[in-house]
């Protein structure tokens, strides 16, 4: 088991539809990153929410955090087929580890 | 890709053979990360470095080595490689050490070697 999860693994939706994708983790965390990851790039780094925060906006990309129930959700208004991208979260530990979940593959459909 | 470039972009090599990834930076960021990326693994730390000749291992180190003789440059050693190192790697660099300072530790990505060991 590892700690962060992305879920769902995979998603398709429509063009103009939102998207929400979750992370859940298992330790308590300092801080909780997305990344997108487009076809054969690297990652790029989307957002960052400190353990403190519990909402956090960027353009169409609003992240929350819920450290009771240790997990988070990305959420992206209005997709474009633009945003066709595996997003992944790291989380970073008290034990001062960034780990990296397992992705969750987006694909939004013209 | 905040100036970072990586080499060989692609290769392919056969098991046993010695294969040496670079990694090299414009920024001047002090430090910069080896990860491999499988299927169902998501990233994976296997060396990082916080300075010029300064390196410690991730969590899947063995079998791989690195070396960091100027800032720009981070170089990843398979001594003997193995089908199982099949994988994309990337280099990343930081600012600030991910995970040792409660503020922004954001990581830059290069575009990933593609190995193929054979």
């Known amino acids: 088991s590892q700690q962060g999860e992305e879920d769902p693994q995979a998603l398709s939706i429509q063009e103009g539809e939102n998207a929400t994708m979750n992370c859940s983790y298992k330790?308590?965390?300092?801080?909780l990153q997305w990344y997108r990851q487009n076809s054969g790039r690297g990652l790029v780094h989307l957002i960052l929410i400190r353990s403190n925060e519990r909402e956090k906006h960027s353009g169409r990309l609003r992240v929350t955090l819920d450290t009771s129930k240790k997990s988070s959700s990305l959420l992206i208004t209005a997709s474009r087929a633009a945003d066709t991208a595996s997003y992944f979260c790291?989380?970073?530990?008290?034990?001062?580890?960034?780990?990296f979940g397992p992705g969750t593959s987006l694909s939004v459909i013209p | 890709d905040a100036g970072i470039t990586q080499s060989p972009r692609h290769k392919v090599t056969e098991t046993g053979t010695p294969v040496t990834l670079r990694c090299h930076q414009t920024?001047?960021?002090?430090?910069m990360y080896w990860y491999r990326q499988d299927p169902g693994h998501g990233l994976r730390l296997i060396h990082y470095?916080?300075?010029?000749?300064?390196?410690d291992k991730g969590e899947v180190s063995d079998g791989y080595s690195v070396s960091r003789s100027k800032t720009e440059d981070f170089l990843l050693t398979l001594e003997s490689a193995t089908s199982s190192q099949t994988s994309v790697y990337f280099c990343a660099i930081s600012q600030l050490l991910a995970g040792r300072f409660r503020g922004t530790d954001t990581q830059y990505f290069g575009p990933g070697t593609r190995l193929t060991v054979l």
């Open positions: 330790t308590s965390i300092n801080n």
């Open positions: 920024e001047n960021h002090r430090y």
């Open positions: 470095s916080y300075g010029v000749k300064d390196t």
């Open positions: 790291a989380t970073k530990t008290s034990y001062d580890k960034v780990i």
